[in-house]
C-alpha cells in the first residue's frame, strides 16, 4: 500500500465522519425545533378550545345573574363573586406573612442553617400538590368548625398557595437591593426595621408586587384546595362561615354535567378565568422586564 | 473626662426604645419564618393524624393492597399508588425529550429576535390552569385518542410481544395514557424552562472554545452544555415529576376514575390526587380517613421526589457561587 494511498483512505474515513456528524447536528436541530413547534401548537389549541367553546357564552347575563338549576339560562355572577372574595382574602393573608418570613430570610437569617432549611422547606411547598394542602385546610379547619365548609376555609387554603410565592419573591428581591443602601441608611443612625421597612421594601417593591400579581394568578384557577373547603353554593353568598361558590369549582360541576347550558356556562367561564390569568401573568412580566431594564 | 464616659455607657432613652423596636420588629419576622416550617410538618401531620383510623384497621396492608372497597370497608391503596406512579411516568417519558429540545432551540439554534417571544409563549402554558387542561382533555384530546389513538395503538403496539397488553384496551379514550399525555404538556413549560435557564449558565467561553474547534452546535449541547449542567437539568426533571404526581384536576377529567388493576394503558384507572378530588367531599368516616391518609402518601412521595429536585438544583448554583 502505498502513501498515496493511506492519506486517500484517511481522507475518506474523515470525511465519512464529517458527514455523519453534521448529519447527527441537522437531525437534532430539526428535532428541537420540532419540540418547540410541539408545545407552541397544544398552546395554540388549548387556547383555541376555550375561545371557540367560550365565546358563544359570553354577555352580560354571564355577570349579573347567579348559577341556574340545569335547563334554565343563568350567569357565573355569584361565582365570579365568591372567587373574588376567597382570592382577595387570600392574598390579604397570605401577603403580609410572606412578605414578613421572606424578609427574615433575606435580613436576619444570614448564613445561619435555619435560614437555609426555611428556605428549602418553602421552595417545597411551592411546588407542594394543591390538593394536598386542601386537605390539611380540611382537617384543621373545616373538620374543627364541625364540618361546615366554608369561604373562609377555602381563602385560607389559597394563603397556603400564597405564602410560599410571597416568600419565595420577597427573600430574592431584598437579597438584590445593594447593600451599601443598609449601610447608608444604618449609618445615620436609623434602626434596622426603619431601614427595612423605608429603604429597602421601597427598592424591592416593584418584585414583591409582581410576586403577589403571580400569586393571585395562580389561585385564581384552583380548582382542587377549594373542593373540599369552601365548597359550592348554588345561591350569592356573603356570608364567610357558609360554603361559597367559586369560579373553577362551578366550571368543575358544570363541566361534568349533561345539561348543555351548564357546559356552556363552564366554557364561559374557562375563557374569563384564562383571560384573566394570561392578562395577569403578561402585567407581572410587563413589570420584571421594566424593572430589569431601569436597573441596567 | 468622666461624664464623657457616664454619657457613653448610660444609654439614651431613644436609642434604648429603638432597640426594643428592633428586636421586636425582628421576633414577629422570625416566628413567621418559623411560620413556614409549622405550615409544612402541620400538613403532613394533620394528614396523618386523619388517616389514624384506617391504619389502625389496615395496618401495612393498606400500602400494599389493591383491594379498594368502601362498601365493604376495605382499603388498600396500591391501585391509586400505581397510577399514580405510571401517568407521571407516561409524562415523564414524553416531556423530558421535548423539554430538552425546546431548551436547545431556546439557547443555541432559534435566532435570538425569536427566543424571547418563543419563550414566554411557552411559559404561558404554564400559566393556565389547570382544570382547563383537564377540561380541553376531555372535549378534545379523548374524542382524537378515541377515533384515531387507540385503534392506532391496538394494531401497532398491540401486537408486539411484551409490551402489547400495555397498548390494548377499548376505544374509550379515557384512561392512564391519555392522562399520562395531558400531564406532560402540563409539565413541560416547567421543565423546559429550568432548562433552559441552566443551559444559559453555561460560560460563553467554554462554548465557544468548543465551536472553534469545529465542534457542532449538537455536539456543544451534548459534550458542553449537559455534563456542565447535568445535576440542574436532573433537578428541573425532577421538579417535574414532583408536579406530575400531585396534578389533581387535569387527570382527574381523563384518567377514568375506576379503582381497578390493569396492565393495560388504555384502560381507565385512577390516581390518589383524582381519588380524592372525586371522592373526599361526600365520603364519611373510614373512607374518609383512607383518603387522607392516600393524602399523606402522596405528600411524602412528592416530598423526596421535591426535596431531591432542590438538591440538584442547588449543586449547580453552589458551583456557580464559589466562581
Same mark, same amino acid.
Given at each position: ?135 390539611? =385546610?380540611?382537617?384543621?379547619?373545616? /373538620? ?7 369561604? *373562609? @376555609?377555602? %381563602?385560607? &387554603? !389559597? ?90 369549582? =362551578?366550571?368543575?360541576?358544570?363541566? /361534568? ?7 356552556? *356556562? @363552564?366554557? %364561559?367561564? &374557562? !375563557? ?25 | ?323
Amino acid at each position: 500500500m502505498s502513501a498515496t494511498q493511506t492519506v486517500a483512505t484517511s481522507n475518506r474515513v474523515a470525511e465519512r465522519l464529517y458527514r455523519k456528524r453534521r448529519i447527527v447536528n441537522r437531525i437534532a436541530i430539526i428535532l428541537s425545533c420540532a419540540a418547540a413547534i410541539f408545545g407552541l401548537f397544544f398552546l395554540a389549541w388549548i387556547l383555541w378550545t376555550t375561545i371557540s367553546k367560550g365565546i358563544g357564552g359570553i354577555s352580560l347575563a354571564l355577570f349579573t345573574e347567579n348559577t341556574p338549576p340545569p335547563m334554565q339560562s343563568g350567569g357565573l355572577a355569584n361565582a365570579f363573586f365568591g372567587s373574588a372574595v376567597m382570592c382577595a382574602l387570600a392574598i390579604l393573608i397570605g401577603t403580609p406573612l410572606g412578605i414578613a418570613a421572606g424578609t427574615w430570610l433575606a435580613e436576619y437569617a444570614g448564613a445561619r442553617k435555619i435560614g437555609t432549611v426555611i428556605r428549602f422547606v418553602n421552595d417545597i411547598l411551592l411546588s407542594a400538590p394543591s390538593i394536598v394542602l386542601g386537605l390539611f =385546610v380540611y382537617t384543621v379547619v373545616v /373538620a374543627q368548625m364541625g364540618g361546615g365548609f366554608s369561604a *373562609l @376555609a377555602g %381563602a385560607i &387554603a !389559597l394563603a397556603f398557595i400564597v405564602l410560599p410565592v410571597i416568600v419565595r419573591t420577597t427573600d430574592e428581591m431584598l437579597r438584590l437591593v445593594p447593600a451599601q443602601m443598609r449601610e447608608a441608611a444604618l449609618s445615620l443612625g436609623v434602626p434596622q426595621w426603619k431601614v427595612i421597612v423605608q429603604v429597602l421594601y421601597r427598592g424591592a417593591s416593584a418584585g414583591i408586587v409582581t410576586g403577589i400579581i403571580l400569586a393571585l394568578a395562580r389561585i385564581s384557577g384552583e380548582t382542587a384546595p377549594l373542593l373540599f373547603t369552601s365548597f359550592g353554593n348554588q345561591y350569592w353568598s356573603t356570608d364567610l362561615t357558609r360554603p361559597m361558590s367559586s369560579v373553577p369549582v =362551578v366550571m368543575n360541576q358544570f363541566t /361534568a354535567s349533561p345539561y348543555e347550558s351548564w357546559q356552556t *356556562l @363552564a366554557w %364561559a367561564g &374557562a !375563557l374569563v378565568l384564562t383571560f384573566f390569568v394570561l392578562v395577569l401573568s403578561m402585567i407581572a412580566r410587563a413589570i420584571l422586564l421594566r424593572n430589569k431594564t431601569s436597573n441596567d | 473626662m468622666t461624664t464623657i464616659a457616664a454619657r457613653g455607657s448610660v444609654p439614651q432613652p431613644e436609642s434604648r426604645r429603638d432597640e426594643l423596636q428592633d428586636k421586636g420588629f425582628s421576633y414577629v419576622l422570625a416566628f413567621t419564618a418559623f411560620f413556614v416550617l409549622i405550615a409544612l410538618a402541620g400538613a403532613a401531620l394533620s394528614m396523618l393524624w386523619g388517616g389514624r383510623e384506617v391504619l389502625a384497621q389496615e395496618g401495612w396492608r393498606f400500602f400494599f393492597s389493591a383491594e379498594w372497597n368502601p362498601v365493604e370497608n376495605r382499603y388498600g391503596a396500591l391501585v391509586p399508588i400505581f397510577g399514580t406512579l405510571v401517568t407521571a411516568v407516561i409524562a415523564m417519558i414524553i416531556a423530558v425529550p421535548v423539554s430538552f429540545g425546546i431548551a436547545l432551540y431556546l439557547t443555541e439554534v432559534a435566532p435570538s429576535w425569536l427566543r424571547t417571544p418563543v419563550g414566554s409563549a411557552i411559559e404561558l402554558l404554564a400559566g393556565i390552569p389547570s382544570i382547563i387542561y383537564g377540561m380541553w382533555g376531555l372535549f378534545v384530546l379523548v374524542p382524537v385518542m378515541t377515533e384515531y389513538g387507540t385503534p392506532w395503538l391496538n394494531d401497532h403496539l398491540g401486537t408486539l410481544p411484551v409490551i402489547g397488553p400495555m397498548f390494548q384496551g377499548p376505544p374509550i379514550g379515557i384512561g392512564m395514557l391519555t392522562a399520562g399525555f395531558v400531564l406532560a404538556i402540563m409539565v413541560i413549560p416547567f421543565v423546559s424552562s429550568v432548562m433552559r435557564d441552566v443551559f444559559l449558565t453555561v460560560p460563553t467561553r467554554l462554548k465557544e472554545s468548543a465551536y472553534a474547534l469545529g465542534a457542532t452546535k449538537w455536539e456543544v449541547v451534548w459534550d458542553i452544555v449537559l455534563p456542565y449542567t447535568k445535576s440542574a437539568v436532573v433537578g428541573g426533571i425532577f421538579l417535574g415529576l414532583g408536579r406530575a404526581l400531585g396534578e389533581t384536576m387535569a387527570v382527574a377529567y381523563v384518567v377514568g376514575n375506576t379503582v381497578r388493576f390493569s396492565v393495560s394503558l388504555l384502560e381507565p384507572g385512577t390516581t390518589i390526587a383524582a381519588l380524592i378530588a372525586n371522592d373526599f367531599a361526600e365520603a364519611t368516616d373510614t373512607y374518609r380517613s383512607a383518603l387522607l391518609l392516600l393524602g399523606f402518601v402522596l405528600f411524602i412521595v412528592t416530598f423526596f421526589v421535591l426535596s431531591i429536585a432542590r438538591l440538584m438544583l442547588m449543586r449547580l448554583s453552589r458551583r456557580e457561587g464559589l466562581k
